[in-house]
């Protein structure tokens, strides 16, 4: 974002902060008379949207945001921006000795700052009104765009508090684009079990055959003509929305590293799911956690790729115990947000033996990374051992180690670095053979492969 974007951001930030204030010192005017007084949004409405921009602005715009949700926004945010605005909410009902419950919230250590709770919001939105209370009920409704856009969300009560009662949080994603304009890249973690793929390869760089290559194209175009096909073309009345493709192929084949192409190709963010994360036997914790995921996942336009993906197909464990319930409620849950997805889900394994009929139905396309044929290989070897600032020796023939031996991508980029570090100590900086030969050894080995040459 330009100074002259953040300078704009800050002001009209500032600017609904500023406006906030009213309402808080107006809300708390009325309370200390014990009245509820008139609708004060239609008193004191929120700043003009004409003359302010910014990324917090376009997202009031984006989504179409009316006075009470803006509100919400400004008040999810105030505890990153300017905490002590909600010192008013300190003040102690002296009749008790404590603070006022209708204000909800409550200080959060060690800052001890104001965290403001649904019940604060409507305190701001209705006072003591009970007829305006149930007129802005449904804004704190799952439907309701700020949630179910997982803009802000009600955090963790226990089972027999209010709703309400739970703190209003702003999510990071949001908070990041509201105060930035960029989009957050969440770092992995038990509750965010997905990592952000990304490369500096291009298409030409993977080596697939003609038939692979047009399933994948098939993708890239789906992405880009989604909506002209599902709305002008009507085919939404016919198709659920999104695409799913399952990758099946040996490793090193070029499976992960479609993904990431598709991703740089189209714009869209890719992440990578950790599904021994996803699928542990916490009870109570791994749908939360699915849910959040996949929520982001929409209203990010996220493409989520499920590597090793082995442990969704065939017969789900014998449920000898409460964890193993929980593990096959788990992965039902995996798989019906998968089929329900509204984006792209990509699911890659290296056993498609194991899937059944059944699991195949559920994609749109089912994709086979072939191991390379001897012609493909000899195009991947140069590809990797060419424009180094190292020499090829003499006895080096690549076209042989091609014809040769069944290796994949990934293996040649392991005998790369493999020859490259026997290279790099020698004078002058050469690869011979032999350290190509000693390097298939080393990933034939790996891959359980004892066996001469083919």
């Not at 000795?97 to 209708?102: K, L, V």
């Not at 959040?292 to 969704?312: R, V």
């Not at 009929?357 to 044929?373: E, G, K, M, T, Y």
Request: hydrophobic share 40%.
């Amino acid at each position: 974002m330009s100074n002259m974007d953040l300078e704009a951001n800050a002001a009209f930030i500032e600017s609904e902060t500023a406006w906030f204030k009213q309402l808080l010192e107006a809300r708390i005017e009325l309370h200390a008379k014990g009245e509820s007084g008139p609708d004060l949004l239609a008193t004191l409405p929120p700043p003009s949207l004409q003359s302010h921009d910014g990324p917090y602005l376009r997202c009031i715009r984006e989504l179409e945001l009316g006075a009470a949700e803006r509100l919400l926004l400004i008040l999810s945010l105030l505890p990153h921006t300017a905490p002590h605005v909600l010192d008013p909410f300190f003040i102690q009902n002296n009749a008790l000795g404590r603070p006022f419950t209708e204000f909800g919230g409550g200080p959060t250590p060690p800052q001890g700052g104001f965290v403001p709770t649904g019940e604060t919001a409507m305190f701001l939105l209705t006072g003591h009104d009970l007829a305006q209370r149930l007129r802005h009920a449904g804004l704190f409704s799952h439907h309701h765009a700020l949630f179910a856009r997982n803009v802000i969300d009600l955090g963790a009560r226990p089972a027999e508090e209010p709703n309400l009662s739970a703190s209003l949080r702003l999510s990071a994603e949001y908070r990041e684009r509201l105060l930035t304009g960029r989009d957050y890249d969440p770092p992995l973690s038990a509750e965010f079990p997905a990592q952000r793929l990304k490369t500096a390869l291009e298409w030409d760089d993977l080596v697939l055959d003609a038939q692979t290559r047009e399933d994948i194209e098939d993708i890239a175009t789906w992405i880009k003509h989604e909506r002209m096909l599902m709305d002008d073309w009507q085919l939404r009345r016919r198709l659920m929305p999104g695409y799913r493709s399952l990758f099946y192929g040996p490793p090193g084949t070029g499976k992960t590293l479609t993904a990431s192409l598709l991703g740089k190709a189209t714009g869209l963010p890719v992440y990578r799911i950790d599904l021994a994360q996803v699928i542990s036997k916490y009870i109570g914790e791994t749908e939360k956690n699915i849910a959040h995921l996949f929520d982001q996942a929409e209203n990010q336009n996220w493409i989520l790729f499920f590597d090793e993906a082995d442990s969704l197909f065939g017969k789900r464990t014998e449920a000898n115990n409460a964890n193993d319930r929980a593990a096959n409620q788990n992965i039902s849950y995996l798989l019906q947000r998968i089929e329900n997805f509204a984006g792209i889900a990509l699911l890659a394994t290296n056993l498609h033996s194991l899937m059944d009929a059944a699991f195949a139905r559920r994609f749109q396309s089912v994709i086979h990374f072939r191991p390379p044929d001897a012609e493909h290989r000899l195009i991947l070897w140069q590809d990797n051992f060419r424009d180094k600032p190292y020499r090829l020796a003499a006895d080096v023939d690549l076209k042989s180690v091609a014809n040769d031996f069944e290796v994949t991508g990934g293996n040649i980029v392991n005998v790369l670095r493999y020859a490259c570090l026997k290279a790099v100590n020698r004078m002058p900086q050469e690869i011979r053979m032999d350290d190509i030969l000693q390097g298939i050894q080393r990933e034939r080995h790996k891959d359980g492969k004892f066996t001469a040459p083919v």
